[in-house]
C-alpha cells in the first residue's frame, strides 16, 4: 500500500467532540480534508452552524449534531443519530472537555465533579457506545483521545492551578493505554495527544515561564495537531496503540 493510501481516509466516519472550535475544529479540517465524513458535536448550535459553514466553505463534507456530553445516558442516542446518517463509525475524538481553576485546597467539590464528569466519565460513556454498536462489529475503529501535557506530570507552582484537570486528563492517559490492550482483540486502536492548549489569558499573564519551559519557544499553533490526528485516524497507525503524543514543542521532554 502506498503513502497515500496509508494516509487517506476517504469514505471514513469521523465523530469529533467539542468540534464546532478551537482544537476540535481544527482535528475537524484536517480529517475532512482527508477525505472523511465529519460529524461534529457541541452543546450550542450556534456555533455548530458557524463550523459547518466553514467546513462546507472547505469542501468537507460535514453534519453537526447538538448535544450535551455531561448527560452520559445520552451517549448511545447520540452515536445513533451517526449510524442511522451515516451507517457506519469509524473514528471517533473525544475532544470535549472543561476546566476550573483555583488552588487545591479551595477547590469546590461541585466543579471538581463537574470537570471528572466530562473529562472522564463522559469519554467512558461515549467510547463505549461507540465501540458497541459501531467499532466491534465491523472489528475495526480509530479512537483518539485529546489529554494534556497537564496529565503527564504534576502542575507548574506559578500557574495552571488546576487539580481536577490535571486528574482528569493523567486518567485520559491512562484509560487510553488500559483500552487499547483490552479492544486489541477487535482491530481497535486507542491512542491519545497530550497538547498544551491553555486560555488565551493565562498565556499571556505567564508568557515568560511558558517559554522558559518551551524549547521550541512559541506556543501551539492552529496548524500543530493536525499531522498528529491524521496519523492517529489512519492506517498509518496500523501499529500504534495505547501512545499518549505530546504535542508541547518540547515541554514535556525537559
Known sequence: MSIKQLFDLTGRVALITGGSRGLGLQIAEALG????KVVITARKQSELDEAIAHLQGMGIAVTAISHDLQNTQGAKLL???VLAT??????????????????????P?????????????AIFALTQAAANLAMIPAR??????????????????????????????????????????EWAQYNITVN???????????????????????????????????????????????????????????MSAI
Open 86 to 107: 451515516h451507517h457506519r463509525l469509524d473514528i471517533l475524538v473525544n475532544n470535549a472537555g472543561t476546566t476550573w481553576g483555583a488552588p487545591a485546597e479551595e477547590h
Open 33 to 36: 480534508e482527508m477525505g472523511a
Open 192 to 250: 491519545g495527544i497530550a497538547p498544551t492548549k491553555m486560555a488565551k489569558t493565562m498565556a499571556e499573564k505567564h508568557n515568560d515561564t511558558i517559554m522558559q519551559l518551551t524549547p521550541l519557544k512559541r506556543l501551539g499553533g492552529d496548524e500543530d495537531l493536525k499531522g498528529v490526528a491524521v496519523l492517529l485516524a489512519s492506517d498509518a497507525s496500523g501499529y500504534i496503540t495505547g501512545q499518549t503524543i505530546a504535542v508541547d514543542g518540547g
Open 109 to 121: 467539590l461541585d466543579a471538581w465533579n463537574k470537570v471528572i464528569n466530562l473529562n472522564l466519565t
Open 79 to 81: 452515536v445513533e443519530k
Open 140 to 181: 475495526y475503529g480509530r479512537i483518539i483521545n485529546i489529554a494534556s501535557v497537564a496529565g503527564l506530570s504534576g502542575t507548574h507552582p506559578d500557574f495552571m492551578r488546576t487539580i481536577a484537570y490535571n486528574t482528569s486528563k493523567g486518567g485520559v492517559v491512562n484509560f487510553t493505554r488500559s483500552l487499547a490492550a
